[in-house]
Nanobody
Framework: VQLQASGGGLVQAGGSLRLSCAAS????????MGWFRQAPGKEREFVAR???????YYADSVEGRFTISRDNAKNTVYLQMNSLKPEDTAVYYC????????????????WGQGTQVTVSS
């Protein structure tokens, strides 16, 4: 599986962005898809995930502001980010694991290249 993340950019605080992650392969619906982010000098952290059975989880820091969704027909997972804050600035990565639950970063088998999100104050 190859993952291609896109949609990052520069936005003012309070603004919105939608990230996309397109996956190759024919069994996309069987993958749990996750979004992680890594700010400079910090470890990569969990943001959101949607399981192969469409159960959704969010990090507390983004709950109520971010929405993860998937379109299995397009082999794509999305992250809608609203009410962005400067502390959301990071490189955002999508990740995939086959038939997994994926609560941990180490659970994921495949990673995209990352897309930069910068939120100015």
């Amino acid at each position: 599986v190859q993952l291609q993340a896109s949609g990052g950019g520069l936005v003012q605080a309070g603004g919105s962005l939608r990230l996309s992650c397109a996956a190759s392969g024919r069994t996309f619906s069987s993958y749990t898809m996750g979004w992680f982010r890594q700010a400079p000098g910090k470890e990569r952290e969990f943001v959101a995930r949607i399981t192969w059975s469409s159960v959704i989880y969010y990090a507390d820091s983004v709950e109520g502001r971010f929405t993860i969704s998937r379109d299995n027909a397009k082999n794509t997972v999305y992250l809608q980010m609203n009410s962005l804050k400067p502390e959301d600035t990071a490189v955002y990565y999508c990740a995939a694991v086959y038939l997994g639950i994926g609560p941990r970063r180490s659970d994921y088998t495949y990673w995209g290249q990352g897309t930069q999100v910068t939120v100015s104050s």
